[in-house]
């Protein structure tokens, strides 16, 4: 069974770093990609960013390029979202998706249950 828990949401102040692990398991992880995607209370989903099967690709939305940093370990089968200079508009439910394929056109079949991430004063 595919499983994508998400951790280490919480209140936290704007600016500064946190990261954001996803500890897949259930399937191959070195053989997919994965992304992170987005739900802003009261708002659609937001697809944030992607890396490829073996973390040596990764592509971002223009709402978080140069903020917010996405890798895997595939020797401990996890996923990272590292937020830097985190802003309110951040404020969201943050999703680990697995995809279909190594890389190549988007195809989600897996999602976690997200952890939210609230940015306060």
């Known amino acids: 069974e595919v499983q994508l828990p998400e951790s280490g949401g919480g209140l936290v102040q704007p600016g500064g770093s946190l990261r954001l692990p996803c500890a897949a398991s259930g399937f191959i992880f ?3 990609a994965m992304s992170w995607v987005r739900q802003a209370p009261g708002k659609g989903l937001e697809w944030v960013s992607r890396i490829n099967n073996l973390g040596e690709s990764t592509t971002y939305a223009d709402s ?3 903020r917010f940093s996405i890798s895997r370990d595939t020797a401990k089968n996890t996923l990272y979202l590292q937020m830097n ?6 404020t969201a439910v943050y999703y680990c998706v697995k995809d279909r394929t190594p890389w190549g056109p988007l195809y989600f079949d897996y999602w976690g249950k997200g952890t939210l991430v609230t ?3």
Do not use: P, T
């Open 64 to 66: 978080v390029k140069g």
């Open 85 to 90: 200079s985190r802003k309110a508009e951040d």
């Open 30 to 32: 070195s053989n997919y």
């Open 119 to 121: 940015v306060s004063s």
